[in-house]
């Protein structure tokens, strides 16, 4: 989910992630995770409160001023958005490390076969 402030409607919030919130905490289906005092107020809730809570990363773009909000992750959740340092032979079969690139956006993707 990207957003421009970090906080956001609890009706955005289960319309844009599935979470909505109960006064047993966020809930998504049959599992419902108690939330902390000030995580939500007045009908709208404090996103890094509830990423945190949730596992969920939360990033910032500074240069555009955005926030990305990922899934829940049962634990699994990023730390940083910075890859480990990969080397890879290019097209040319030459030795191309990731983090020549570090400081810079840049989308990896991958294929495979199977």
């Not at 919030?13 to 998504?28: H, M, N, V, Y």
């Not at 409160?49 to 049962?74: F, I, N, Y």
């Not at 910075?82 to 294929?111: C, H, M, T, Y």
């Amino acid at each position: 989910m990207i957003l421009t402030a970090l906080d956001i409607g609890v009706d955005e919030l289960e319309r844009r992630t599935g979470w909505s919130i109960k006064p047993e905490g966020a809930c998504k289906g049959e599992v419902c995770t108690p939330l902390r005092a000030g995580t939500v107020s007045g009908g709208r809730v404090q996103v890094p409160a509830l990423a945190e809570q949730l596992r969920m990363p939360l990033l910032h773009d500074e240069t555009h001023g955005l926030w990305a909000v990922g899934p829940e992750s049962g634990g699994w959740a990023l730390t940083t958005a910075e890859a480990p340092d990969l080397v890879l032979p290019d097209r040319d079969g030459n030795p191309f490390a990731l983090s020549s690139l570090r400081g810079q956006k840049v989308a990896l993707i991958a294929w495979a076969s199977w």
